[in-house]
Nanobody
């Protein structure tokens, strides 16, 4: 079992930055691919970014490319999402997710955190 706890959300003006963190429990973190997803009000949850077990491979949604960076620190059992040049359409609840597999994917995640709210004002 893996428990994930997100932090770092908040209210920011358009053009600003936020860094989300996701702390994972358990000794298997370093063998898992990790991802970030988000859900805007009235919309389905969507993929944002993912990273493989080593951190050597990352994948981004088109909406995140060039603005967001996913990274991980296996020594700290933590994955990060650095978000720059934020836009009002980035507003939503951001979820951290973990896979039972090590390779990166945009779907099929096995464990989810409770989410952290990100609000970008115009």
């Amino acid at each position: 079992q893996v428990q994930l706890v997100e932090s770092g959300g908040g209210l920011v003006q358009a053009g600003g930055s936020l860094r989300l963190s996701c702390a994972a429990s358990g000794r298997t973190f370093s063998s898992r691919a990790m991802g970030w997803f988000r859900q805007a009000p009235g919309k389905e949850r969507e993929f944002v970014a993912a990273i493989n077990w080593t951190g050597g491979r990352t994948v981004y949604a088109d909406s995140a490319k060039g603005r967001f960076t996913i990274s991980r620190d296996n020594a700290k059992n933590t994955v990060y999402l650095q978000m720059n040049s934020l836009k009002p359409e980035d507003t939503g609840v951001y979820y951290c997710a973990a896979r039972d597999l090590s390779y990166v994917s945009t779907s099929n995640y096995d464990y989810w955190g409770q989410g952290t709210q990100v609000t970008v004002s115009s």
